[in-house]
């Protein structure tokens, strides 16, 4: 008999391990559904915020979970599934819980399924109802836990809970729903985001408020039974209001954002230099700026920070939708015409080759280079003038001049070494170049500023990585020349005099309207425009974009950060202490046309003269009439076929300046009593 016995549970030992085994290659012959799962695109910050966002293939939101926050993990383990770091998988005691009361009260009471099994259930798409589709989920789940960790099966659930219309995960609908990231939330917020899976459509706080908030409350309820929360905080979260609606997602620096998807397009996160905050207040300074300016003005902006490359902004437009400012498109990147833009470093080159110095004497006179007769914007011509004058007031002459005599060629090769991709009308590069006869970008103007700011080292912008060895474009001496002349730039009427140095420029036609500038640490640049390249009647870069460029420097820090002191070997002196051949720069073409030039006869210069009546008698000799007397750079007789004439000048210290017809001209300093 004992034999029998002994045989017996031998014999059902053995059956129990068969079945065992059996189950067990039951379990590993599981076809799994597919674990790896298409998320959002995402562009972030340098710290992480994202920027902007873009739905997965069906159009659903679906973002990686990151960290979120330990008290909803512990809510929806409490509410879900309390054993869920202890069971296989199925939790065999939970299901017979369920069927026991089904049982009892004819109606289900609780469900079984954990989280494992839903998870099972959302891999697949399958539903809850029908047997076959339970013990499918039922396989799924045991084989998920024998290939994954507890943490990597609620990762998945973090990603795919569904919340409503095309939201899906948790990250998502914190975002959407709370307008939050999921890494910080309150009782209330965390109670919501358990609660709305369980009927996601019916739950969605958007449509059906009033049941998400019931349902909130019983996961607050079972919070409490868990001892997860305590019942006062519970009470005074179910005070707190439901969302009523959805709120969009983020949708910063959205043409950037499109450029580096486009240009990594298997990359699912894109870690940009970009400070959110930054570009948030730019972006609405430049929704500020087109408000009541007709409907087809457009804006750009650029924020770098010159000393590393980084680029901290980047506005396209002022607003990313197609309207009649053809807001898709990123005017950063779009060729236009930079103006006067380029005059600074015609300077520089000169500095460097020893053509001038910030207190040479430039000519400004009319002059023809072969044929081509540019003028001067205001059409005033200012006989001589210092060369800082000359770039702070944006004459064309002398900068033609200078570009006349560096070679066109040479400028073009200075963009070129600074990173600028210039785009030439045809055939080679003029004269016309120096004042703005080529294609250039905002972003190719911001970088050829920032090597100026960085003592003429040009180190290419980026907007994500480490940024390339510099290259010298300039030396210190005449990069800080330059900046020392911009900084002296008088600012827009209501801007702060902070000594921000900048440049502003406008396009033939007034086509464009620009301002860059700098200080110690940071570069801005503007554009203003119509991104279809027709005029703007009226616009001019010193009216319109130079405010702009100072109000962004005002969000962008409270206080400009210092320009660099001047190098050891620059000569900062004035124009009687440099040396002789400094002192006054000729062109080809005033050299030429030099000979039997006008001069003031009188009052000759260094003289103390008197007026008689008011007025003060004055004479030419020499050149070719009609001539222009001009008294510190401003007409006061024109076109005057006589060598003599009386002009009233005002008393004091004052420069008198003769023109001949010829364009050549000549200058007095004297003293009128």
Do not use: C
């Not at 008290?71 to 296989?88: N, Q, S, W």
């Not at 009216?543 to 702009?548: F, K, S, T």
């Not at 070997?569 to 202490?577: F, M």
Request: no cysteine.
């Amino acid at each position: 008999m004992r034999a029998r016995w002994f045989l017996a549970a031998a014999v059902g030992l053995w059956l129990a391990a068969v079945a065992r085994d059996g189950f067990d290659d039951w379990i590993a012959a599981t076809r799994m559904p597919p674990l790896s799962l298409a998320t959002s695109v995402e562009v972030l910050d340098r710290e992480g915020t994202l920027l902007r966002a873009y739905t997965v293939g069906d159009g659903r939101w679906r973002l990686e979970p990151g960290p979120v926050d330990p008290l909803f993990l512990k809510m929806l383990v409490a509410y879900e599934d309390g054993r869920f770091y202890h069971h296989p998988g199925v939790d065999t005691r939970a299901l017979l819980r369920a069927v026991w009361q089904a049982a009892r009260s004819g109606h289900v009471v609780s469900g079984g399924s954990t989280l494992t099994m839903q998870v099972a259930r959302l891999l697949e798409a399958s539903g809850t109802g029908k047997m076959a589709g339970k013990l499918r989920q039922m396989r799924v789940a045991l084989a998920l836990e024998r290939r994954l960790s507890k943490d990597e099966i609620l990762s998945l659930y973090l990603r795919l809970a569904p919340y409503g219309g095309n939201l899906e995960g948790v990250r998502a609908a914190s975002i959407s729903y709370l307008g939050k990231e999921p890494w910080r939330l309150t009782a209330a917020e965390a109670a919501l985001l358990v609660a709305i899976p369980q009927s996601p459509e019916g739950r969605r706080p958007d449509r059906h408020p009033d049941r998400a908030e019931t349902a909130r409350s019983r996961v607050l309820a079972r919070a409490v039974r868990a001892d997860v929360i305590a019942a006062e905080r519970a009470e005074a979260a179910r005070s707190e209001p439901v969302p009523r609606g959805r709120k969009p997602f983020p949708a910063l620096a959205p043409h950037l954002a499109d450029r580096v998807r486009d240009a990594d397009p298997l990359l699912h996160q894109h870690r940009l230099t970009l400070d959110a905050s930054l570009q948030r207040r730019l972006e609405d300074l430049a929704s500020e700026t087109v408000e009541g300016q007709g409907e087809r003005l457009q804006v750009a902006m650029l924020v770098a920070d010159h000393r590393s490359g980084e680029v901290l902004a980047s506005v396209g437009s002022a607003g990313y939708r197609a309207d009649r400012r053809q807001g898709f498109m990123d005017m950063t990147v779009a060729l236009r015409s930079p103006g006067s833009l380029l005059k600074p470093l015609i300077f520089g080159l000169a500095f460097d080759e020893g053509l001038a110095h910030p207190a040479t004497l430039l000519d400004d006179r009319p002059m023809d280079f072969g044929g081509y007769r540019p003028q001067n914007f205001d059409r005033i011509f200012r006989g001589e003038i210092r060369a800082h004058e000359a770039l702070q007031l944006s004459l064309n002459l002398p900068a033609v001049a200078l570009t006349d005599a560096l070679g066109p060629a040479r400028l073009l090769s200075a963009l070129e070494q600074a990173g600028v991709r210039p785009v030439l009308p045809g055939g080679q590069p003029g004269l016309a170049v120096a004042l703005g006869g080529v294609g250039v970008t905002l972003a190719d103007m911001v970088q050829l500023y920032a090597a100026m700011a960085r003592g003429g080292v040009v180190l290419p912008l980026h907007v994500r990585g480490e940024g390339e060895t510099g290259r010298r474009l300039l030396s210190g001496v005449s990069a800080w020349q330059v900046a020392d002349i911009l900084s002296g730039m008088p600012p827009p009427p209501g801007a702060p005099a902070n000594r921000l140095a900048y440049k502003t420029g406008t396009s033939y036609g007034h086509r464009d309207a620009w301002a860059i500038g700098f200080d110690g640490a940071h570069v801005v640049g503007v554009w203003l425009g119509r991104a279809d390249g027709t005029p703007v009647p009226g616009v001019f870069g010193a009216d319109l974009a130079a405010p702009v460029l100072f109000r962004a420097f005002a969000r962008l820090k409270p206080a400009l950060t210092p320009l660099p002191p001047p190098p050891r070997a620059a000569l900062t002196v004035s124009n009687a202490e440099l040396p002789q051949p400094l002192r006054r720069f000729r062109s080809r073409v005033a050299a030429f046309a030099a000979e039997d030039g006008p001069a003031v006869a009188f009052p000759p210069d260094g003289a103390e003269v008197e007026r008689l009546g008011g007025r003060l008698k004055v004479k030419v000799e020499g050149g070719s009439g009609p001539f222009t007397w001009l008294a510190d750079g401003a007409p006061v007789a024109i076109a005057l076929p006589g060598r003599e004439t009386m002009l009233d000048l005002a008393p004091g210290f004052l420069t008198l300046s003769v023109i001949d017809g010829d364009g050549r001209s000549a200058r007095s300093s004297i003293r009128v009593h």
